[in-house]
């Protein structure tokens, strides 16, 4: 385990086959669970880290999916992890662009179902915004996925194939032979995708134990971070089994206001989530905690709740990152004016916080923040709604 991995004992299971051919894939597998996976195949005791650390760095530092092509490995041995394994990611099934350069991908996973990933570059870096679930179960009223029900969690694999496919359609991966490129494309990887990744958290976990693993796509572990609406109870073990940054959709300055804009809150309630980041492990102005902030015309964008805000967060190490609303077909909410926004982060601002504006990116494709719902679950309402207007 890698110097940026927390060390942190759990069960390891039996890694889980495809339906197609009964082969193990190896993507998304923690390397306890690869040294699992390569010993049962038949790879004795002795070798077993070493080949972990071949077949590692073949998958995630040169992004090869074809075991014939891992040259430093024997021909049998390779043929072995052919006749075992595979390398499988999900599948691109649309790509969209962005005016602005943003990039959509509507991605299938097994089963047939569908997630968003958008990649966001900027001068100084690149953000990829991956999904834990498909669907979400929160109900926040002011966001389009909320409107999607819940149809089960993401594997850790399909969480980790999500950062691959980008890296394949910005041509990221390294090539031997080829001088290696300065900075990166992926600089930065969020969880603020469909779902809510604490719902989901041994998959989140183990997928980001190989995002940040030194030795293959070594993102380090402030170059992620994961979105909660305010799962409490996990947020101390985000902390100490991932240790990436947090960001908390807060939204809200009122208890009775955030009831109807996250639900959750009436499970965990303003105090007792505060309460959770106040001891957050690790806390420091160096990992600051980021509150986002969706700016709501006339619901939670008065200079009281700026107050009140300023109020609820003291003492604890923070930037709020005010988001105007991105609007959708049918959404109930309209965005604040430039006027209510710029006044709420100067008062923001002037209480010692940090208060960027966050510029919307991709709304021309629907990819903005707030905005994913994978197609497939807007065609089939689409398609129902058709079939009932026929009868």
Known sequence: MTATTPITQHVLTIPRKLVEGGKTNLVGLTRAQMGQALAAAGTAEKQVKMRVGQVWQWIYYWGIREFDQMTNLAKDYRALLAENFTVEL?????????????????????????????????????????????????TCSFC??????????????????????????????????????DGRLISNVVLMGMGEPLYNFDNVRDAMRVVMDDEGIALGRRRITLSTSGVEPEIARAATEIGCLLAVSFHATTDEIRDRLVPI???????????????????????????????????????????????????????????????????????????????????????????????????????????????SEKQRKSAGKAAAAAE
């Open 90 to 138: 999900p599948q691109v099934v649309t790509r969209q662009v962005s005016e602005d350069g943003t990039r959509k991908y509507l991605v299938r996973i097994a089963g047939g179902h569908e997630v968003e990933v958008v990649y966001i570059p900027e001068t100084d870096r690149g953000t990829l915004c991956i999904s834990s679930q498909v669907g979400c179960t929160l």
């Open 265 to 375: 809150n009436k499970k965990w309630n303003i105090a007792a989530l505060l309460e959770a980041l106040r001891s957050y492990p690790g806390l420091s102005n160096s990992e600051r905690i980021t509150f986002e902030y969706v700016m709501l015309d006339h619901v939670n964008d008065s200079p009281e709740d700026a107050r009140r805000l300023v109020e609820l967060i003291k003492g604890i190490p923070a930037k709020i990152n005010l988001i105007p609303f991105n609007e959708w077909p049918g959404a109930p909410y309209k965005r604040s004016s430039g006027n209510r926004i710029h006044a709420f982060a100067d008062i923001i601002h002037n209480a010692g916080y940090a208060s960027p504006i966050r510029t919307p990116r991709g709304e021309d494709i629907m990819a903005a923040c707030g905005q994913l719902k994978s197609a």
């Open 144 to 181: 389009h996925t909320g409107t999607q029900k819940l149809v089960r969690n993401l594997t850790a694999g399909e969480i980790v194939g999500q950062v691959m496919l980008a890296r394949d359609d910005l041509g990221e991966w390294p090539v031997k032979g080829q001088p290696k490129p």
